[in-house]
């Protein structure tokens, strides 16, 4: 099983990108496909959940309202849209997946056995 992520970039405060993650080798249809991200010198934190192919998404409340998380089921990927970016979501994003997690435990990140190789995101002030 292979995540693939993509989409980072250097962008200005205010400014809005648009994760992907693809998923090969099997599908997360009844699982859970997630975002988490990490800075520089912090412990990697949860980002955004779509448990069994969107039925539930889940957010951190630092970015609900502002990014957006949504699968494609026919496609097997995750994709993350941030709008209204801050410089301190500037960080590594990871997408992550589990075939087997349940929803109370979608922001752990113990909860996911898959995962892809994260995509740099700078947000400048």
């Known amino acids: 099983v292979q995540l693939q992520a993509s989409g980072g970039g250097l962008v200005e405060t205010g400014d809005s990108l648009r994760l992907s993650c693809a998923a090969s080798g099997r599908t997360f249809s009844n699982g859970v496909m997630g975002w988490f991200r990490q800075a520089p010198g912090m412990e990697r934190e949860f980002v955004a959940a779509?448990?069994?192919?969107?039925?539930?998404?889940i957010y951190a409340d630092s970015v609900k309202g502002r990014f957006t998380i949504s699968r494609d089921k026919t496609k097997n990927t995750v994709n993350l849209q941030m709008n209204n970016l801050m410089p301190e979501d500037t960080a590594v994003y990871y997408c992550?997946?589990?075939?087997?997690?349940?929803?109370?435990?979608?922001?752990?990140?113990?909860?996911?056995?898959?995962w892809g190789q994260g995509t740099l995101v700078t947000v400048s002030s």
């Open positions: 779509s448990f069994r192919s969107g039925g539930t998404t």
């Open positions: 992550a997946a589990s075939s087997g997690a349940i929803l109370s435990s979608v922001r752990s990140s113990s909860a996911y056995n898959y």
